[in-house]
């Protein structure tokens, strides 16, 4: 079935540290991974997302990579600033098209 | 260039009531997907509407049910409230569904059932 799993849950790092989410997914034919950001009392917003075809990609702070064999990506944020505090969802496409969302993960910045 | 929207942003209903909550796309948008946030269960996906045709559905009872407008805008309906229905409901629209373009998400409707 559709299951996206993310861990931890909650995540606390310190001010300027790097913060890593994993998430796992069972469909070996997903091949669309994107994250999203929700920021309190706020809508989810795409951050960065990763296709099947490539391993890794970065965007300033933040990186995806994915391991289609281990069917496992990876959120890498660095250098983390208090405005990265917020929750974490990542999601996976499965084969009828549907975009199965893990249950998130808070991630706490502290000054 | 707007974002999605979504009216109304809270509502209080009583068990046994039905709801309609509403969502207009992004402009240009064709595909529109709801999904149902709850505190730790993430969001769960209801169902998606493409060209005013129901394309996908998630695994919710027949009390949730949508449509889509000529013009791309989408209603959600959940009949028969009940306590557990309380949740955010969030809207998103995108060019195709085909997530060759990005999901983009409304502020969402918090429906609150007492």
């Known amino acids: 079935g559709e299951n996206v799993e993310q861990h931890p849950s909650t995540l606390s790092v310190q001010e300027g540290d790097s913060a890593v989410i994993k998430c796992t997914y069972s469909?070996?034919?997903?091949?669309?991974f994107p994250w999203y950001k929700q920021e309190l009392g706020k809508r989810p917003q795409l951050i960065i997302d990763?296709?099947?075809?490539?391993g890794e990609k970065k965007d300033q702070r933040i990186a995806v990579t994915l391991n289609k064999t281990a069917k496992h990506f990876s959120l890498h944020i660095t250098e983390t600033q208090p405005e990265d505090s917020a929750v974490y969802f990542c999601?996976?496409?499965?084969?009828?098209?549907?975009?199965?969302f893990g249950k998130g993960n808070q991630v706490v910045v502290i000054p | 260039k707007a974002g999605v929207t979504q009216t109304p942003r809270y509502l209080i209903k009583t068990r046994g009531q039905q709801v309609t909550l509403s969502c207009s796309p992004i402009?240009?948008?064709?595909?529109v997907s709801w999904y149902q946030q709850t505190p730790g269960q993430g969001l769960q996906f209801l169902f998606e509407?493409?060209?005013?045709?129901?394309?996908n559905k998630g695994n919710f009872p027949g009390r949730f049910s949508g449509r889509q407008f000529s013009n791309s805008r989408s209603e959600m309906n959940v009949s028969t409230l009940e306590l557990g229905d309380s949740a955010l409901y969030l809207c998103?629209?995108?060019?195709?569904?085909?997530?060759?373009?990005?999901?983009?998400f409304g502020n969402g409707t918090r429906l609150t059932v007492t």
């Open positions: 402009s240009g948008h064709r595909s």
């Open positions: 990763i296709r099947s075809n490539v």
């Open positions: 998103a629209s995108s060019r195709d569904g085909s997530y060759n373009s990005p999901l983009h």
């Open positions: 999601a996976a496409i499965y084969g009828n098209n549907r975009l199965a």
């Open positions: 469909d070996s034919a997903s091949n669309y």
């Open positions: 509407y493409f060209s005013e045709t129901q394309r």
